[in-house]
């Protein structure tokens, strides 16, 4: 059995003190840091001599300050361990904080007129107190990452079907690599999904495995993702998990919709959902997405024509042939375009393609060759360097691609395509996107559809941004590139 709790578990009661803790010796550094500039350094008003005052009155406002601060920060939920919280949402509860007792300490100043006091002091402890709160959770976030990144505090799951929700599950934790969860695979009984794999996510069988999944891989919790209807045998299953020691969680059915997709209203205690399906992107964020685009194209281009033109030089010198590849391409809504590259392939490359697909057993919808015998040695480099893409650039101005989006297929791959792999045609193709940091070549075919579909009904500014800014560490250190 396995009752032993996970480390996520484990990690979760160890570090239930340390940052209060922290974050109490945080508190007091600030205030000697704000003593220090207010009467050694004396910014913005000097000090007169009636004026200057040891540290050690300020202590008892100290402690009061930093008491204040815990029971806030408790009260908030701060010190609980929430999945997803983004930095900005700390520093905003922080900075709640920070204002709730600066106000208090503040009052009570007024109340106890002490001897010396310097209200501009109480300022710069202020600004000191959450720049280094706010410092210390970054440092908790690159130590997390670093831990989760060598599997220490990773939540091994288990997702029971893989339907609609289930793969939605999939999506987020294959996107999502820092909420620390790792699929190691599903249970369902329906034969044509539970014995296929799904990428690198394995398919187990039937849920009359479960156990033995469970015990076999180590399994610290399970996802059941079945519908409504199924509710004995959802119970069932919940059972059986409680017996063998691990946590359970069920997905809520609400027309097979992610939770984003539904709007909760309230009608005289009776709660409404409304729904608003996200298949695309709407008008606004489409001219958002271009403006972006277009700006970055811009600001770039002087350094893109002069990289370009290397390139182009030294694919000229080494062979006969065009120096650009033009190929047919599927894009947002199926229509075909024509992509542009760097040519890295021997010009008649195309007419091999079909019989090195078979005879190295490849995936149709995806064929990548390791060592592709037609690449030449231009092409070697300018692929394990990503430069061959440089030419999207053009199908970017011309609104056939975005910067960021799911890679665009060919139209033989997209003719293997089964429905739901359909849905990542559904918005601009891009040059980069989850699956380039993800992987590159290294991601299977439906890992890929589980990360673009994620990308669809997650999109925004911020995630295209750090999308880009993640693929420039790939491409410099060639990552899955080939």
Not at 230 to 239: G, V
Not at 308 to 334: C, D, F, H, K, T
Not at 373 to 378: A, E, G
Not at 416 to 429: D, F, M, V
Request: proline content about 5%.
């Amino acid at each position: 059995m396995n009752d032993a709790p996970s480390y996520t578990q484990q990690e979760n009661t160890a570090s239930r003190w340390p940052l209060p803790l922290i974050d109490f010796g945080l508190v007091c550094v600030a205030w000697l840091i704000a003593y220090w500039v207010r009467y050694d350094l004396q910014l913005i008003r000097p000090v007169t001599e009636s004026n200057v005052a040891e540290f050690g009155p300020y202590i008892w406002f100290m402690l009061i300050f930093a008491a204040w601060l815990f029971i806030n920060y408790r009260g908030d939920g701060l010190y609980r361990r929430v999945r997803g919280r983004t930095w900005a949402e700390e520093v905003y509860t922080l900075t709640n904080g920070v204002t709730n007792a600066t106000v208090l300490t503040m009052a009570l100043s007024f109340i106890l007129q002490p001897e010396v006091f310097s209200r501009l002091m109480l300022v710069y402890v202020a600004v000191a107190a959450v720049a280094l709160l706010a410092a210390a959770r970054v440092i908790q976030r690159i130590v997390r990452a670093n831990l989760r990144g060598r599997g220490i505090g990773v939540d091994r799951v288990l997702i029971i079907g893989v339907g609609e929700i289930g793969q939605s599950v999939l999506r987020v934790m294959l996107a999502r690599k820092e909420l620390g969860y790792y699929p190691v695979g599903y249970l369902d009984d329906d034969p044509e999904r539970g014995e296929v794999d799904l990428g690198r996510v394995r398919g187990f069988g039937s849920t009359a495995s479960l156990a033995e999944v469970v015990r076999e891989h180590n399994v610290d919790m399970v996802v059941i993702t079945l519908r409504w209807e199924k509710y004995d045998r959802i119970m069932a299953l919940i059972r059986e998990c409680e017996v063998l020691g691990v946590q359970v969680f069920v997905v809520p059915d609400v027309f097979q919709l992610n939770m984003k997709q539904v709007r909760v209203q309230n009608l005289d205690g009776i709660p409404l959902l409304g729904v608003s399906e996200r298949t695309t992107l709407h008008r606004r964020e489409r001219i958002v997405k271009r403006v972006i685009d277009l700006s970055l194209v811009t600001l770039a281009s002087p350094l893109l024509l002069l990289i370009g033109g290397a390139v182009a030089l030294a694919i000229r010198l080494e062979s006969a042939g065009p120096v650009l590849y033009r190929q047919p391409r599927v894009g947002e809504n199926g229509e075909v375009f024509h992509i542009i590259k760097f040519r890295s392939m021997i010009p008649d490359a195309d007419k091999y393609r079909q019989e090195l697909i078979e005879s190295h057993e490849l995936d149709p919808r995806r064929p990548k060759i390791e060592h592709d015998p037609r690449i030449t040695r231009v092409g070697h480099f300018i692929r394990r360097t990503s430069l061959d893409e440089l030419p999207n650039m053009l199908n970017v101005v011309l609104g056939h691609m975005s910067l960021v989006g799911p890679r665009p297929p060919t139209p033989d791959e997209v003719a293997l395509y089964e429905p739901w792999h359909r849905q990542r045609l559904n918005i601009l193709p891009g040059i980069t996107g989850l699956w380039q940091i993800s992987g590159r070549s290294e991601v299977p075919f439906e890992e890929m559809c589980l990360l673009d579909i994620y990308y669809i009904e997650n999109w925004s500014v911020r995630l295209d941004l750090q999308i880009l800014m993640m693929t420039v560490p790939r491409v410099l250190l060639r990552q899955g590139a080939y």
